[in-house]
């Protein structure tokens, strides 16, 4: 079903012509691929009537006649969108309240975390040593961004916008799959206590929204703790992204590991292999690869969801940028912050997306 379009045409077929390109086969692409049934000319012209009323007015608002530069509001078109407020405070927006004098501490953490995207691309590295960067990427962020040994430690309050943001969403990301490993392991275990303690675990929490169990860490876990014993409020919300996270794609990772036949395991068995090395050389690779896809969608999930740990006080990139536009100068702007976030997001999550349909061409690839 994937590999046909909308009209039931084998989508290899448009790729294999190697003729050159003319205007005779620009128009015979649009009349077979746009206008191939009165349904499909419908579509297509509902389709650009709304893309040329819409996109116009869209683009003129936002880039047109917008102002760029300026000194306040009075320098801002009424009509228009006005981005003086975005220039004054993008170091707020990327820093946060992140003390100046360690900011190349933040600037290292990014290149840090984004060398990982190029490193997981390529093949010309052993996988042992891209599995063990992932691994690594959480300390080295959290001794970055948070402190320690070498580094001067900085203040949960300090941690704020878009590193923040990048902060908890790449260690959440990083820390929540290995958790779902064991987790989707122990349900399928045949230990009953471990079977049910999981089974439990998963049942419980998927039952019960994120926020609430971030208002329990924030709010209620202090309460059970012993008189002087304090846990940062950062090191909770990381647990409850990483706990709540793993239930999810736990139940993922064992919907995957169900499909992996029983006779491979079974032959897996019989030729002395024991079950953590069945697990490891037979089961979990296959699981983890049939699972890409639905991993990928949690991960773009995961990563949205760090939004949430606004209604707790601490001022991620949504926090940082809806504070700046509650300045009395700046009050009834309420597009533009709304649009630099979706941009950002956008672009983050189409990047984790990309990654997740190169290994999904790498895993067809391998497979024929």
Known sequence: ??????????????????????????????????????????????ILLLLGTLLPKALNWLFFSATFSGSGRADCSPDAACWIPIRQYIDYYLYGPFPESEQWRVNSAFAVGLFAFPLLFTQRISQKIVIGYILLLPVILWLLLKGGFIFEDISTS?????????????????????????????????LPILRLSCVGYIELVRCIPVITFLFMASLVLQLFLPSGVTIDVLFRVLFVL??????????????????????????????????????????????????????????????????????????????????????????????????????????????????????????KRTKH
């Open 158 to 190: 300090a941690l704020g916008g878009l590193t923040l943001t990048f902060f908890l969403g790449i260690i959440a990301m990083c820390l929540s799959l290995p958790v779902s490993i064991l987790l989707a392991m122990g349900r399928q275990s045949k």
């Open 242 to 363: 990483i706990f709540v996270s793993a239930v999810y794609k736990a139940e993922i990772i064992r919907g995957a590991i169900q499909a992996v036949p029983k006779g491979q395991i079974e032959a897996s068995y019989a030729m002395g292999c024991g079950y953590w090395k069945t697990m490891m050389y037979v089961v979990m690779p296959q699981a983890l690869r049939n699972s890409v896809p639905a991993l990928i969608s949690n991960f773009i999930g995961l990563f949205k969801e760090t939004t949430l740990v606004m209604i707790l006080g601490l001022l991620e990139v949504m926090g940082a940028v809806k504070a700046t536009f509650n300045n009395a100068e700046w009050l009834g702007l309420h597009a533009e912050g709304p649009i630099v976030v979706s941009a950002f997001f956008f672009v983050a999550c189409f990047s984790i997306a990309q990654y997740g349909a190169y290994l999904e061409r790498r895993i």
């Open 1 to 46: 079903m994937n590999d046909l379009n909308f009209t039931g045409k084998p989508v290899e077929a448009r790729h294999q012509d190697s003729r050159p390109l003319s205007a005779r086969r620009i128009l015979m692409w649009i009349q077979r691929n746009l206008f191939n049934s009165w349904i499909d000319a419908v579509i297509t012209l509902t």
